[in-house]
């Protein structure tokens, strides 16, 4: 049984498109997390949320949102797709609070 | 600032040597602390997390990790290395009040036969 599942895991587009990626937990939790890994390997966190709350990383661009049709789904849109875009993004979730994450295997996005 | 640093990008080691992958941390108070490792073309697994109370806290896939305060560090050990255990290592860190993680650079490591 899959914990945390993203699809599509490889996304290939064209700059100026408009895509979203999809995540589902059947975990059970209340926050879910999206997070971007670049060419270095380092990740940062995009959002968080849960029924109560986003908190949006200062730093992300407002091409991004994240779109949670329910407690179980978490998806992330974005618009404009710019070349810096390209990352491998990951889903994530937790019970509310100090709680370890648990991860999804990731989305590689490569912007042409 | 709150920080994690892992100051190895790319360790080398022998099947059946010892491992000792660096952490250290930045943070006002005790963060909650954790390892994951990441395989090539996969998510990250959590290895195992450091709360509080006894400072050895043990994992998965036979990792353990010691806290120690004084040195701000979290240090992932392994005693005896597997060739599948070559993978992306990567520290984190949860502050006080927060709830997103905060990661190392990663560490990657290479078993050789």
């Known amino acids: 049984d899959t914990a945390v599942s993203q699809t599509p895991k490889y996304l290939v587009t064209q700059m100026g498109n408009d895509k979203s990626i999809k995540c589902e937990q059947n975990?059970?939790?209340?926050?879910m997390y999206w997070y971007k890994q670049d060419s270095k390997k380092f990740l940062k966190i995009m959002f968080s949320?849960?029924?109560?709350?986003?908190?949006i990383n200062e730093t992300v661009p407002n091409r991004f949102s994240p779109k949670s049709p329910d407690k179980a789904h978490l998806n992330l849109h974005i618009n404009s797709l710019e070349l810096g875009d390209s990352a491998v993004y990951f889903c994530a979730s937790s019970q509310e609070g100090r709680q370890p994450q648990h991860f999804g295997d990731g989305t590689r996005l490569s912007i042409l | 600032a709150q920080s994690v640093t892992q100051p190895d990008i790319h360790i080398t080691v022998s099947e059946g040597a010892s491992l000792e992958l660096r952490c250290n941390y930045s943070y006002g108070a005790t963060p909650y602390l954790f390892w994951y490792v990441q395989s090539p073309g996969q998510g990250l697994q959590l290895l195992l997390k450091y709360f509080s109370g006894d400072t050895l806290v043990q994992g998965i896939k036979g990792f353990e990790a010691e806290f120690k305060r004084s040195q701000s560090s979290f240090n992932l050990r392994k005693p005896s290395v597997h060739w599948s255990d070559a993978a992306e290592y990567f520290c984190a860190a949860l502050g006080t009040g927060a709830n997103n993680l905060f990661f190392g650079t990663g560490t990657r490591l290479t078993v050789i036969p």
């Open positions: 949320y849960n029924n109560k709350e986003l908190i």
């Open positions: 975990l059970g939790h209340d926050t």
